[in-house]
């Protein structure tokens, strides 16, 4: 199995612009989750699906972030409008299970810089 | 509240010393507790994970954990590191049931010393 395949790898953006990020979890993984990590925040969980349907989104910082699974296979999470304190390494991981106690397998990651 | 704290932001050790690494949490229930690791410009991986039982864990590339109860505690030790270990660690806690939020600490980073 390729893991979770996250895209793309780098993205620089002016503020005020539009981001989707992608993921494609590991086949047959049924939790998926959305990470945020800052020098100053550490690794937070931003949102969490099982079964495509979004259990916690919590974590999501303001109205300005979304994100989506509309199949099994594919997630989104998208900025709009984008800001330069959003700039951080967005991770997607995925596992099998319902709840977070699952083991998590990570992505390598989107590094976004919002100009 | 719930906290994972890490106190050594960076440690250096030689390679083939001995390592231990020091992780603290607060939580109100029984704790899931993790260690990953995050290699540069890499995801986190998964070293090894309690929930129960043992309180001696054994995890994948020669590490282990040992959960203190009554020290909230759920330090990392390998008996003898190598170079390819250079990398930041995360311990991580998390609720028993139920979905919530895993929180993680902020970290510690890992130098070599040939």
């Known amino acids: 199995d390729a893991g979770v395949i996250q895209s793309p790898r780098h993205e620089v953006t002016e503020m005020g612009q539009e981001v989707t990020l992608r993921c494609k979890p590991i086949?047959?993984?049924?939790?998926l989750f959305w990470y945020r990590q800052t020098m100053m925040r550490g690794l937070e969980l931003l949102i969490y699906?099982?079964?495509?349907?979004?259990?916690?989104d919590s974590g999501m910082p303001e109205d300005r972030f979304s994100a989506k699974m509309p199949n099994a296979s594919f997630s989104t999470l998208k900025i709009q409008p984008s800001e330069p304190r959003d700039s951080a390494v967005y991770f997607c991981?995925?596992?099998?299970?319902?709840?977070?106690?699952?083991?998590?397998?990570f992505g390598q990651g989107t590094r976004l810089t919002v100009v | 509240a719930q906290s994972v704290t890490q106190p050594d932001i960076h440690i250096t050790v030689s390679e083939g010393a001995s390592l231990e690494l020091r992780c603290n949490y607060s939580y109100g229930a029984t704790p899931y507790l993790f260690w990953y690791v995050q290699s540069p410009g890499q995801g986190l991986q998964l070293l090894l994970k309690?929930?129960?039982?043992?309180?001696l864990v054994q995890g994948i590339k020669g590490f282990e954990a040992e959960f203190k109860r009554s020290q909230s505690s759920f330090n990392l030790r390998k008996p003898s590191v190598h170079w390819s270990d250079a990398a930041e660690y995360f311990c991580a806690v998390g609720p028993y049931s139920s979905a919530s939020k895993i929180i993680f600490g902020s970290g510690t980073r890992l130098s070599i010393r040939p």
């Open positions: 991981a995925s596992g099998q299970g319902r709840d977070l106690n699952t083991e998590a397998f």
């Open positions: 086949s047959g993984h049924n939790s």
């Open positions: 699906f099982n079964n495509n349907v979004p259990i916690d």
């Open positions: 309690y929930f129960s039982g043992d309180t």
